[in-house]
């Protein structure tokens, strides 16, 4: 599961980039955006467009689509908060359903990439927040950290909050959002010694999903996924 230290940091680049480094390594691979808040004018939300853009085509070994509804359960249009937009439509988000929906992915698939929303603690429902749902999807955590003036501050937060709870962690994804940001590297060199996990290196600044997945570390990223076979 991708979560992200805000909004606007690079969770559906990093996410993109997971599934295309899946596919590239041979698996098949498909996205879930369990809550989408904001559509474009087409009707599509624009993070599950991308999602479905990356992953693979069809469900695994059949030649048929994998359903809307599996990759996106969720979809609101105004962009505001999940709970908030959930609200005002009258709906409630079950977890129930995300976890069927990610389930009914799960088999028929190799490795699902999860695309959270907005920061580690928003909340979806009376149920819980963005780590719950991690939890109850019983899936590890990658948290991508947007660099921008802030965001050592904003990444040691969301590490305190997902240690707190006991997510289970896979490491951690600088993103080179700006092109040239003061001491780039003197707050990478201090999130390496500060954040308590593995680092799973830098997303270069205006990469494609497809060339930014080679960066990652990507043995670590499949041992996890052989451990929990
Ligand atoms: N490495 C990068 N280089 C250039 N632009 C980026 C990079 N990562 C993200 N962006 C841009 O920043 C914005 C937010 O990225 P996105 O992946 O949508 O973040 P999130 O999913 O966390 O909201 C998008 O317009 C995206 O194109
Ligand atoms: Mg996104």
Redesign the pocket.
Known sequence: MVL?TD???????VGCAFLHGLRQRGLHALGMKPVATGVEDDGENS?VRALKLASSSGIKGMDLPVPTQWMNPYSFEPAVAPHLAARRVGVTISFACLRQAFHQLQGCTDAVVV?GAGGVLVPLSEEGDMVDLALALDIPVVL?V?LRLGCLNHALLSAEALQSRSVPWVGWVA???EPDLAEEEGQLETLRVRLPLPFLGV?????TPESGASVLDWETLLAVGENRK
């Open positions: 992200g909004t606007g940091v690079g969770k559906t680049r993070d695309e991508v947007g993103n080179r959002l997303y270069p600044h205006a990469a």
